[in-house]
C-alpha cells in the first residue's frame, strides 16, 4: 500500500538553481495538493490540482509552478530557488475536493537552498 | 493560518493524563480534520467532523464540533508515550475551495 510517494526525499540546493519535487498516488483520487511546512505557520497550501487537467493557486503560490501529469501525477517545480524556500514540502491527494474527503498525504520532501 | 487558530502550542503531559487540543475558526466551518504527524513523517488522518455538535471516538481519542461548527477540540484519555507527536487541525470552508491546516500542538508524553 504505496498511497502518496514523494520524491526526492531531502535534498540541498544552491541559490538559483531549479528543482522539480515529484509526488505520485496509486488511490485513483482526482484531486491533489502540495503543501509546505514551516516552524510556526503550519502547513500552507503552495497549488492544488481539482481533477485532472486543472490546476490553481493556493496561498502561497509565489515563486512555484505545478503540473498535473496525469491522474497519478503531480510535480511542484521552483525554477530559480530562493533561501526563503528552504521548508519540507508534501503532498497529499483526496478522491475529490470539498467536504467529506480527508487528504492522505506522503511523508514529503525536506528541501534546504543555501 | 490565520483562519485556523490552535492550542496550546506545545504541551508536556505525563503518561496517563488526560489532555485537550483546541482549534478556533473565525469563520463556519465546513468540514474539520484532525490529523496526527511524527516526528520527520508526513501527516496521517485521525477524524472527520462536518456536523455541528458532533463527536467521533478513535481509541483514547475523542473530537467533537461545536453546534456553530467554529471550534473543535481533540481529548486525549490516559495519554501514552505512542501519542506523542504534532496534532493539526484542517478545515474547509462554506466560501472558497481552499483547505487550510492549524499551527499545530506539539505533544510530549513523558513515561
Known amino acids: 500500500n504505496a498511497g502518496v510517494t514523494q520524491t526526492p526525499k531531502f535534498q540541498v540546493l544552491k541559490t538559483g538553481q531549479s528543482m522539480t519535487l515529484q509526488c505520485a498516488q496509486d488511490m485513483n483520487h482526482n484531486s491533489m495538493y502540495w503543501y509546505r511546512q514551516d516552524p510556526g505557520m503550519g502547513l500552507r497550501l503552495i497549488y492544488y490540482?481539482?481533477?485532472?487537467?486543472?490546476?490553481d493557486k493556493g496561498e502561497v503560490p509565489n515563486g512555484y509552478n505545478v503540473s498535473r501529469l496525469n491522474k497519478r501525477e503531480f510535480s511542484l517545480r521552483l525554477e530559480s530557488a530562493a533561501p526563503s524556500q528552504t521548508s519540507v514540502y508534501f503532498c497529499a491527494s483526496s478522491l475529490r475536493q470539498g467536504s467529506s474527503q480527508p487528504q492522505h498525504f506522503g511523508d514529503g520532501t525536506r528541501l534546504s537552498i543555501l | 493560518s490565520q483562519e485556523l487558530e490552535q492550542s496550546p502550542q506545545s504541551l508536556i503531559v505525563q503518561e496517563g493524563k488526560n489532555l485537550t487540543i483546541n482549534c478556533t475558526s473565525s469563520k463556519t466551518l465546513y468540514g474539520l480534520y484532525w490529523y496526527k504527524q511524527k516526528y520527520g513523517e508526513g501527516l496521517i488522518f485521525l477524524m472527520m467532523?462536518?456536523?455541528?455538535?458532533e463527536e467521533k471516538s478513535h481509541e483514547k481519542i475523542t473530537a467533537k464540533l461545536d453546534e456553530k461548527k467554529q471550534q473543535s477540540s481533540l481529548h486525549i484519555t490516559a495519554s501514552q508515550p505512542s501519542h506523542a507527536g504534532i496534532y493539526l487541525c484542517?478545515?474547509?470552508?462554506?466560501?472558497?475551495?481552499?483547505?487550510?491546516f492549524g499551527t499545530g500542538t506539539s505533544l510530549t508524553v513523558i513515561p
Open positions: 490540482s481539482a481533477s485532472e487537467g486543472t490546476t
Open positions: 467532523l462536518q456536523k455541528g455538535g
Open positions: 484542517g478545515a474547509d470552508f462554506w466560501t472558497g475551495n481552499q483547505f487550510y
